[in-house]
C-alpha cells in the first residue's frame, strides 16, 4: 500500500487557477488543515424557494464546477441563495438582504462537505447588475473523507448578470479534517517515443470494377500505444492530440500532445514527433 505524505496545504486561486504551497505537518499529526480559497465561476436561474422562506424572499440556485484543485481534487458547489426584499428596517427602501443558507461543496469521488452561510448585515442594491456580497461560513461537517470536517470562513461572490444569474464565488477559509490525505504525485505516462513512419509514394484506387490507377499518397495513417498508470488510482485514460489513427501528412514533422489527470486533478503530460517520409 503506497503510504501518502501529512502536509499542510495552501491553495492560491486567480481566475479560476489553482497554485498549491505544501509544508510538512509533524509525524504525529492526525489532522489535516487545510486554508483554501476555491474560485468557483456559476450560473443560476430564477426558482421558487424551499420551504420555510417567508413569501418576500426570492431564491437563485447557485450551480458551479466541477474546478480542479491538484492534490485535493475537482470541486462543484450547490446551494440556494437567498434574499429578502421587504428587509423592513434592517436595509433601506430598494435594497436586499442575503439570508441564511445551507450549502454543499461537493469533491469528485471523496466526498462533500456541508456549509451553513450565515446572513449577511451588509444590504445588497438588487437594482445594480454587478452585486458584490459577502457572507460568513461554517462547515459542518460531511461525508466520506469529510464526514468530521470543520472549518470557518467568507464567502464572497460577483453577480454579473442577473436574473437569471451569472457570476463567480470566492470561498476562503479553513477546512480541518481527520481524515483527509493527499494525492500529490501525477500519473506515469509510458509509451510515447518519436516516431518515423515510411509512405508509399503512390497507392491504387479503384476508378471501377476493372480498372485502377495510382494516385499519389500525401497522408498516412499512423497508429500509436500510450498509456498511464498512477499509484493510486491505478490504469487511467490517456488523452492524445492528434489522436492515434490520425492521418499525417507526408513530408513533415509533426508534435503529438498527451496528458493524463488522477482523480486528485493531477496532472502529467507528455509529447513526441511524428515524422512521415516516402519509402
Known sequence: MRMKPRLYIGFAATAGFFALALVPLAAASRTETAPFHLTIPWMGPDASCPPGYS????????????????????????????LEFEPGPSCPFGLLRPLSYPARLTVQGRGEIYVAVSASDVCADGAVPLIHVAQT????GGTGVFASASGTGVVSRTNVRCCPGSGTD??????????????????????????VVR????RLVHVSRRQTKRVRVTYVRVRYDVTAVDAVDGEGKVDCKPTSGSRFRVGRTTTVNCSATDKSANTATAQFTVTVRRG
Do not use: M
Open 137 to 140: 461560513f461554517t462547515i459542518t
Open 199 to 202: 509512405a508509399p509514394r503512390y
Open 55 to 82: 413569501p418576500t424572499t426570492e431564491c437563485h440556485p447557485r450551480s458551479g464546477g466541477p474546478v480542479a484543485i491538484p492534490g485535493f481534487g475537482f470541486v462543484t458547489q450547490s446551494y440556494v441563495f437567498a
Open 170 to 195: 470566492n470561498w476562503n477559509g479553513t477546512i480541518t479534517s481527520p481524515t483527509l490525505t493527499l494525492d500529490l504525485t501525477p500519473p506515469t505516462i509510458t509509451g510515447p517515443s518519436d516516431k
